[in-house]
Every structure is written in C-alpha cells, then in structure tokens.
C-alpha cells in the first residue's frame, strides 16, 4: 500500500508512505547518493539505474526545499519533500486529491 499525503503550512510538504521491506539502517547514508550499491534480498530483480533519488534530491536543493526520509526494515519507508509556500504553488495543488495526482 502506498499512501500520499500534502500538506500546507509555511511550506507545502508532501509524504509517500509505503508498508514494503523498508531500509536498513546502514543503506541510509548511501539513499541519496548518485549509483549507490544498495541491493538486497528482495530486491535484485528490480530495476534500477541508481539515479532518482540522486536527481531528486538535486532538483529539490535547486528550490531550496528539502528532501529526506524515515524508514523502519520490514515495515516500510516514508519520503518527505517540503518546498517553500511560494516555490510550490499552492493555488494550483489545493483541491487535488492523491487519486488526482496524475493531473498535477
């Protein structure tokens, strides 16, 4: 299951939640890294270029936003992104719904 929540406060903050296999605690340093070697069990037919998060979190540092995550192994991993009120746009998110996500 995965669950997307937006919120808005001071900032606009966005939270994908899932219930998968988590992170282990020694991966997190490396998340966010450009190729980072973090197969495991589980995982090895997935594919992967090793980039997303790299780009993302390059991307979100470019809107001067933040990007981070908590994950707990075998009971998932949240991502959290908050960008300020005025970068994100709140006049066009407001009134869209997770279901609606595909038309932001």
Same mark, same amino acid.
């Given at each position: 299951?995965?669950?997307? !929540?937006?919120?808005?406060?001071? *900032?606009?903050i966005i939270s994908i939640s899932d219930? +998968?296999? /988590?992170? $282990? ?8 890294? *450009?190729? $980072? &070697?973090? &197969? %495991? $069990? /589980?995982?090895?037919?997935? $594919?992967?270029? /090793?980039? +997303?998060? @790299?780009?993302? *979190? ?5 809107? &001067? +936003? !933040?990007?981070?995550? %908590?994950?707990?192994?075998? %009971? +998932?991993?949240?991502? @959290?992104?908050s960008l300020d009120e005025y970068i994100? /746009?709140? !006049?066009n998110i407001q009134g869209h719904n997770?279901? !609606?996500?595909?038309?932001?």
């Amino acid at each position: 299951m995965v669950i997307v !929540n937006v919120s808005f406060f001071e *900032k606009a903050i966005i939270s994908i939640s899932d219930t +998968g296999i /988590g992170i $282990p605690a020694d991966f997190h340093p490396l998340i966010f890294n *450009k190729f $980072p &070697q973090t &197969q %495991r $069990p /589980g995982t090895e037919n997935e $594919p992967s270029t /090793g980039l +997303g998060l @790299y780009i993302s *979190k390059q991307l979100t540092e470019e809107l &001067q +936003g !933040n990007l981070w995550f %908590r994950s707990v192994e075998n %009971r +998932g991993t949240t991502f @959290y992104l908050s960008l300020d009120e005025y970068i994100a /746009g709140t !006049n066009n998110i407001q009134g869209h719904n997770a279901a !609606n996500c595909s038309s932001l």
